[in-house]
């Protein structure tokens, strides 16, 4: 923690080599102001870390959906078998103290945002990291505040791909069909080496996950055909860097997730409590398709948070049309708090069910009526997947979650 909050515009001075500029920071910030008369470099985060890895082996994640875990389960990979890297990664990880490492490794892994770099600088973060090794792992409109339409959103894409390094590889989800049609109409200069990826031979014995890489087996601590998407494109990128399918398959078998994507938050006998990062419509199928698959004899009871602009706009709900389809119980749950933060207009409980388009859908506004909701189900031979990248307007999941499986 510093020693106090606030800004000190007094302490930036023109001793200072450059200032690095994070995207929550705002244009009117004080400090930035005072880089800016000094005539200071100003860097975006980004940029930054391209500079500190001008001369190590870049591999960039980008996509809609799958980033993070595909970057984390690269990571884990090279850290079981012994390879010296660097990392930027979106969340917290096992076995990593710091979600950001620079030293002098040959190799850093980078999780590719297409969100805006800062507040000045307007393009996607994956802009700005030129990839020797790119993947990606989907594309599903997203951020429409920053992107309002689609076409808008590919072109970045589209512009991630001629930022790959020239001689380089670029490893990407050929299942997604927009993707696919993308990577296959790109006529960008440089001679990529493409290699396209789906979901590897798999089958659930018991709700445990075993898949198959060039002949080897193993088994796996998470689950989903999202997720074996991501795993087959760290396979890749883990083969380009000199591991193979058996070293592969032995580090996955410990790999356990990142934080708050499937990750099992509590258990018992009768039900099985897992915590999701899903907002985005392509995510939340996904997700809810993982665990009614994994578990089909039980009855999945599915919480959504919307809490992202995108989720919050009336405009954009037709997009999660089906996306809860496959729950047995759902809710929707959002706060008018949230929707007066993001300036957005009220939204109706009739536009929210129209948009979901999922019979029997509860739409709950208050965190106590999302408690008593949650309370009123039956937990028998149940999986609860609660589904937010918000905090459900400060209800206490965990002690609920303890309630629930005690």
Request: overall charge negative; hydrophobic content about 40%; charged content about 20%.
């Amino acid at each position: 923690m510093p020693p106090a909050t606030g800004w000190y515009p007094e302490k930036i001075h023109s001793g200072l080599d450059a200032v690095i500029l994070g995207m929550h920071a705002r244009a009117d910030n004080p400090e930035l102001q005072r880089a800016g008369e000094l005539g200071l470099p100003i860097y975006s985060f980004p940029e930054y870390i391209y500079r500190e890895s001008r001369e190590k082996t870049r591999v960039v994640v980008g996509g809609s959906h799958g980033k993070t875990t595909t970057t984390a389960m690269i990571m884990h990979i090279l850290k079981e078998a012994g390879k010296d890297f660097d990392w930027l990664v979106g969340a917290r990880l096992e076995g990593f103290g710091q979600s950001v490492n620079i030293t002098h490794a040959p190799v850093i892994v980078l999780e590719g945002d297409e969100y805006p770099a800062s507040a000045l600088e307007k393009r996607p973060k994956f802009h700005f990291l030129f990839p020797h090794i790119a993947v990606l792992t989907g594309i599903a409109w997203d951020h429409i505040n920053v992107f309002p339409s689609f076409e808008i959103y590919l072109e970045q894409f589209r512009i991630f791909l001629d930022k790959i390094e020239p001689g380089g590889v670029l490893i990407y989800n050929h299942t997604d069909p927009v993707l696919k049609k993308l990577v296959e109409e790109y006529g960008g200069e440089k001679s990529l080496r493409k290699i396209g990826y789906g979901i590897p031979a798999y089958r659930i014995e018991n709700g445990i996950t075993v898949v198959t890489l060039e002949g080897q087996t193993g088994a796996l601590k998470v689950f989903g055909e999202h997720n074996l998407l991501n795993l087959h494109a760290a396979y890749w990128v883990s083969r380009e860097l000199g591991i193979g399918a058996a070293a592969f398959l032995e580090g996955m078998a410990s790999f356990s997730g990142a934080a708050k994507r499937l990750e099992l938050l509590a258990a018992s006998g009768q039900v099985n409590v897992y915590r999701d990062f899903a907002h985005a419509p392509s995510k939340v199928k996904a997700t809810i398709e993982a665990v009614k698959k994994q578990f089909p004899g039980r009855q999945l009871i599915a919480v959504l948070e919307l809490h992202t602009y995108s989720s919050l706009n009336e405009q954009f709900l037709s997009e999660y049309g089906g996306a809860m389809e496959l729950a047995d119980k759902a809710a929707v749950f959002y706060s008018r708090h949230a929707l007066e933060l993001k300036r957005l207009p009220p939204l109706t409980e009739e536009k929210v069910v129209a948009g979901f388009d999922k019979t029997g859908l509860a739409v709950l506004h208050e965190k106590e009526e999302l408690r008593a909701w949650l309370t009123q189900q039956s937990y028998k031979n149940a999986n609860l997947l609660l589904m937010s990248s918000g905090n459900y307007d400060g209800l206490d999941i965990i002690a609920l979650v303890n309630q629930i499986t005690q």
